[in-house]
């Protein structure tokens, strides 16, 4: 199979999986915001479990990975998959230690917290902490495992057992919470409950996908250099992942403490322009990260670019279309995902400016995702910190400038988007200082192709959306009318955008082509399968 061939069949695989993971999660927010509303508790459960996930994106998802994976592709270069399993056994030996002694920490400052915070909301807060803590090891060691078995070939597995986490949770709110709890907080230990069992499953799964590939827990190689090599690159990431996941954790506690229900509102539009950025940005970036890990080790620095190149313009084709249809469809997205139980319409109209603000910045959060990773791939991980350390003070500024001049949440979304402009700009000039081997394919033409085509689309998808809706608002369901119209609308814009794409010859259009070709295919089934039915009856 041709390396892209094999690249999109691994990108499809792990994209419909993720798409799953991703309908599972925007359930789990439409039943925990039918919950709880923009209320107390359930903007404590948000904070709380943040917490946790700050230092799975910061040990787990973030620096730790990125430091193993080129060292784990090295490995495999050298001596095999035996020897890299081998290694990796040893790094969660020397690890595993740190992050259970951090998750007592964090229980514990919880605990204090409980005891010496006067604010209720605050104390649900800091209860919910010590409930959610334990998901941080379990889903620290689970992406360890995730990034061995997707560096042997095997992906789809970390969004199946996203899935899993997802389903738990929301049995946890939706049945055991529902059902034997009284009280709000009843319902939202139980929600920390469901995802407590999630965790378990992220490790298990992956675990379980890492043994078919070959991988046993007790074969350990223990290798000095390499560990070392690990922890000069771990170090500045971790510091780098680490100020980017309190930048975070900044902008959502002054969400909290600004305004209860703001860090709701803030949540839910980050979760829907989370959507695309998983299933397709998260997607290319995690195919294409090992393949420039083993370009780099094996010195093909061609290839190495074009991987780079080839995942970049996949995710400006996708993306940049995705913002300007959250933009145009804001307040209907809103509203036909979370309008109903205690989430009501002037709370989805305080979530509609946020999430334009954030769609207009999720390009770049998308291209940031694919330059670190070929920062770490290359070894620049101290250029990835200093970056951050940047990115961060310009949000921090800006957004206590927005807060002081009294612009609340949605000043915090706009410090969030400048600062995501910034920090995207800054990585590629760092890539392109250190290694210019990945631009060796330039982007402006593909990028300004998406740019152009995208405006095309959302005046196309806007204006049938508008005609569908008004024809049939006097007949159908709100909320069917809502789903027809942009359903149809949408279609149609991406039809126009994809022509676009494919007249003007974009490198990326034989997945256009492939589409078509399946549509095609699936068509040509429906209709044997109807004349076979039809001859079958008039036989009778």
């Known amino acids: 199979m041709r390396e892209q061939n094999r690249q999109y069949h691994n990108m499809a695989k792990t994209a419909s999986w993720t798409m799953v993971s991703r ?99 605050q104390q649900y807060a800091a209860e919910l902490t010590i409930w959610c803590m334990p998901y941080m090891p379990l889903i620290c060691v689970a992406a360890l495992f995730t990034s061995a078995v997707n560096l042997s070939g095997r992906f789809g597995l970390a969004e199946i057992a996203s899935s899993a986490l997802n389903l738990c949770m929301i049995l946890g709110i939706g049945f055991f919470g529902n059902f034997l709890a009284e009280t709000d907080m009843g319902k939202a230990r139980w929600l920390c409950v469901g995802a407590l069992a999630g965790g378990t499953m992220q490790l298990l799964i992956p675990m379980w996908g890492l043994h078919q590939a070959g991988w046993r827990r007790h074969f350990m190689k223990a290798d000095e250099q390499a560990w070392h090599a690990l922890r000069i690159a771990f170090v500045p990431a971790a510091l780098g992942a680490g100020i980017l996941q309190i930048n975070f954790l900044i902008s959502r506690t002054l969400a909290f403490n600004v305004d209860g229900a703001g860090l709701t509102y803030y949540y839910i539009a980050n979760r829907i322009v989370e959507l695309p950025i998983g299933l397709f940005s998260t997607t290319i970036a995690t195919v294409m990260f090992p393949a420039m890990a083993t370009a780099f080790a094996e010195k093909d620095f061609a290839s190495m670019g074009r991987n780079y190149a080839r995942g970049m313009r996949l995710i400006m084709a996708i993306n940049i279309a995705a913002a300007m249809g959250f933009a145009v469809f804001s307040i209907k997205i809103v509203k036909l995902l979370f309008e109903f139980g205690q989430f009501k319409a002037q709370d989805c109209a305080n979530t509609e400016t946020v999430l334009v603000l954030f769609s207009l910045a999720m390009p770049f959060h998308a291209m940031i995702s694919m330059v670190t990773r070929a920062l770490n791939v290359v070894g620049k991980t101290k250029a990835t910190f200093n970056v951050a350390i940047r990115s961060v003070a310009v949000n921090v500024v800006l957004s206590v400038l927005t807060i002081y001049y009294g612009y609340g949440i949605i000043g915090l979304a706009i410090a969030n988007a400048i600062a995501a402009v910034a920090q995207y700009f800054l990585l590629r000039r760092e890539l392109k200082k250190s290694s210019p081997e990945f631009f060796s394919e330039s982007l402006l033409k593909p990028f300004l192709l998406t740019i152009g085509g995208s405006l095309i689309m959302g005046m196309v998808a806007y204006q049938f959306c508008q005609l569908i809706a008004n024809l049939c608002q006097s007949w159908l369901n709100e909320k069917i009318n809502l789903m027809l119209s942009m359903s149809i609308g949408a279609a149609i814009g991406a039809s126009c955008y994809a022509a676009i794409l494919y007249y003007f010859k974009y490198p990326e259009r034989d997945l256009i082509i492939n589409a078509l070709e399946k549509i095609k295919t699936f068509l040509n089934r429906v209709r044997d399968t109807l004349r076979s039915l039809l001859h079958r009856w008039r036989s009778r």
């Open 23 to 121: 309908v599972l999660g925007l359930v789990r927010d439409q039943v925990t915001t039918g919950f709880f509303g923009a209320g107390a508790v359930g903007a404590a459960f948000l904070f709380a479990f943040q917490i946790p996930n700050l230092f799975r994106r910061l040990l787990g998802e973030g620096a730790l990975t990125a430091a193993a994976v080129p060292v784990l592709a090295a490995k495999t270069h050298e001596g095999g998959s035996q020897e890299a399993f081998g290694f990796l056994n040893y790094v969660i030996k020397r690890v595993l230690p740190w992050m259970l002694a951090i998750t007592l920490l964090g229980v514990g400052l919880a605990l204090l917290g409980m005891f010496f915070l006067r604010d209720p909301k």
